[in-house]
């Protein structure tokens, strides 16, 4: 079965900000009944592991990239765009929550 290219990607930057990142991750999912949807959690280096927890509790359904270091969130943003696969690009802040 060929996988059907998202039609809108995602890209959040993170740093020790797991609890805001799931609030706004849950929001996005909710605000979509697409399956071309990608979300592309990038963490900029958090010395707590949010993406463990991230990966945890989203599975699949998330992307994430982990940086060795908090490089800023240009070079963040630019890593999770060369991952995204969509035909649109959103690049959210990670305390943003989307509404239907």
């Known amino acids: 079965m060929k996988k059907t290219k998202p039609k809108l990607s995602v890209v959040i930057v993170t740093y020790n900000g797991e609890k805001y990142t799931s609030a706004s991750i849950r929001s996005i999912l909710a605000s ?3 399956t071309q949807l990608e979300v592309i959690i ?32 240009s070079k963040a943003r630019n890593e999770g765009s060369k991952r995204a ?9 990670n305390d943003t929550l ?3």
């Open 32 to 34: 979509s009944s697409s």
């Open 85 to 93: 696969q969509g035909e649109y690009l959103a690049f959210l802040d």
């Open 42 to 73: 990038v963490d900029n280096g958090s010395p707590n592991k949010d993406t463990a927890v991230l990966k945890k509790k989203f599975g699949n359904k998330i992307t994430v990239i982990t940086l060795d270091k908090n490089y800023g969130p």
């Open 98 to 100: 989307v509404h239907k």
